[in-house]
């Protein structure tokens, strides 16, 4: 598999200034992928530098670069920090997450992640093992299959959407991408098709893979993992990840409630460097349309 297919990667200038590598610091790369955002960090590291990078699909394996300064995880970066002390790594100085899809998931029609196309509803970020997209399309509640789909896939009269999928079930199981989309089709938008289909696999995607959860763990364990004035990198994709990420580095903690201390003075173990998210210039997404929901935000912790 040709890296310059696997993923283009986002914003790379950006993120490598964000993180504000030191030379012999040690760094993460939650979602390595196709290695972009990887190869440009190991530039910046001088000979005591060290870059871990995790990925969970087995297909980004292939993409790790052969570098002693380098080592690849396959994890879940939801383990980050057990996955780093089982190296013996107790503290990092930066931790960079991309949480989009890459560009190869999409592109790869077999593992399902488009409803572009026919293929087995899969969805699976790690393809070891486990369920897949179809099996929640067809084994969910029609409460459950409209929770997910409006707060995953922020759509409305999700009722209306599990009720087409359930009437389709009855019949017969929805086994492809094909499928679904034609079952949903008599709640379909004729002018808003495409964004419609797109916001519905995402929140199957979510649900199925456990994004949100798992990027909850993550970001509160990057506290534990950073060292005083590390910086925290983190570009998302969509609405739900980024109110996230905001609440989270504003306040350090996932419910976005800011703590104080017994003078009523706000106390936060992070200090947000971008007040306003970055967004990728109009070039970029002249030749990169994928870039174009990207949204990063950075943070550094503050000395405990």
Not at 111 to 119: C, L, Y
Not at 155 to 161: A, E, F, M
Not at 226 to 249: A, C, I, Q, T
Request: glycine residues 6%; neutral net charge; proline residues 4%.
């Amino acid at each position: 598999m040709a890296i310059e297919t696997y993923h283009v990667p986002v914003m790379l200038d950006e993120c490598i200034s964000a993180l504000d590598i030191k030379p012999n610091g040690i760094y993460v790369d939650l979602t390595m992928g196709g290695g972009g955002h990887t190869r440009e960090i190991l530039k910046h590291l001088g000979e005591e530098g060290h870059l871990y990078s995790l990925d969970q699909d087995p297909d980004a394996e292939a993409n790790a670069p052969k570098d002693k300064r380098h080592t690849f995880v396959a994890s879940n970066f939801r383990f980050v920090r057990g996955a780093l002390r089982l190296r013996g790594v107790e503290r990092v100085d930066g931790i960079l997450a991309d949480l989009g899809v890459s560009s190869h998931h999409f592109d790869a029609k077999h593992r399902g992640f488009s409803f572009r196309g026919d293929a087995l509803l899969d969805m699976r970020m790690n393809t070891r093992g486990g369920r897949t997209a179809a099996d929640i399309v067809n084994t969910y509640s029609n409460e459950a299959l409209s929770k997910i789909f409006a707060e995953y896939g922020e759509l409305d009269t999700t009722w209306k959407i599990a009720n087409c999928i359930e009437r389709a079930r009855a019949e017969k199981p929805i086994t492809t991408t094909a499928e679904l989309v034609e079952a949903v089709k008599p709640c379909t938008p004729p002018k808003d098709e495409a964004k419609f289909l797109t916001k519905l696999f995402q929140a199957l995607r979510i649900e199925l893979n456990g994004e949100i959860e798992a990027l909850k763990m993550a970001l509160e364990q990057s506290l534990k993992l950073l060292n005083p004035e590390g910086r925290l990198v983190v570009m998302s994709y969509h609405s739900l990840e980024d109110r996230l990420v905001k609440n989270f580095m504003r306040s350090g903690n996932c419910d976005g409630v800011i703590e104080k201390d017994f003078f009523g003075r706000a106390t936060t173990p992070l200090r947000v460097i971008t007040r306003k998210a970055i967004v990728p210039s109009n070039q970029e997404i002249e030749t990169n349309p994928r870039s174009r929901s990207a949204k990063l935000r950075v943070a550094e912790r503050i000395a405990e």
